[in-house]
């Protein structure tokens, strides 16, 4: 069975950046995407960007072009997910998601809550 | 870039049938994904591909898609069904993912 096992909650500063982990178990090729979605509270869901597995190569929505850095590291099967120049808005759960090059989201993980605050 | 219109809305009686839509344009010449979000969770997927479920999903949830309009079509509504339902479709114009606006079901 795959799992998503997420980093825990994080507590920012405006302006400073938050990472986030995002561990696969249960599942031991390299033929998937991994997305990052957004949803801040009471909102819908956002899609912030997707990491391809077979070539490491990331593609970011437009909202969050220049501030969203995802990368993967293999020896452990982990996808990071880098928010900078964090703001109030970006108070939100943050969740990744695997797709098996199907294009939709298979498996979740439980969401990590990032809160931004002076 | 692409949008996706969902009503805020639902509201059905159990054992009645909410119907659930998903307005793009062209959205019929699409592949469209549905989401189900139960309060403090993450979503689930109940529909991929238009019209298939994944494995454990009831055979009450079905869908449809053709036109502008995708369509969720939950028959026999149940309490535990009452959650916010999303739509997805991926954009090959552009390679990204979109979500659709969400629609609140409420069991009364």
């Known amino acids: 069975e795959v799992q998503l096992v997420q980093s825990g909650a994080e507590v920012k500063k405006p302006g400073s950046a938050v990472k986030i982990s995002c561990t696969v178990s249960g599942y031991r090729f390299t033929d998937y995407f991994i997305h990052w979605v957004q949803q801040a509270p009471g909102q819908g869901l956002e899609w912030m960007g997707l990491i391809d597995r077979e070539n490491d190569k990331p593609i970011y929505a437009e909202k969050f072009q220049g501030r969203v850095t995802i990368t993967a590291d293999t020896s452990t099967d982990t996808v990071y997910m880098e928010l900078s120049s964090l703001r109030s808005e970006d108070t939100a759960v943050y969740y990744c998601a695997i797709d098996f090059h199907s294009y939709y989201m298979d498996v979740w993980g439980k969401g990590t809550t990032v809160t931004v605050s002076s | 870039s692409y949008v996706l219109t969902q009503p805020p809305s639902v509201s059905v009686a159990p054992g009645q049938t909410a119907t659930i839509t998903c307005g793009g344009n062209?959205?019929?010449?699409?592949?469209v994904h549905w989401y189900q979000q139960r309060p403090g969770q993450a979503p689930v997927p109940v529909v991929h591909?238009?019209?298939d479920r994944p494995s454990g999903i009831p055979e009450r949830f079905s869908g449809s898609n053709s036109g502008n309009t995708a369509t969720l079509t939950i028959s026999r509504v149940e309490a535990g069904d009452e959650a916010d339902y999303y739509c997805q479709v991926w954009d090959s114009s552009t390679g990204h993912f979109v979500f659709g606006t969400g629609t609140k079901v409420t069991v009364l």
């Open positions: 591909d238009d019209s």
């Open positions: 062209n959205i019929g010449t699409k592949s």
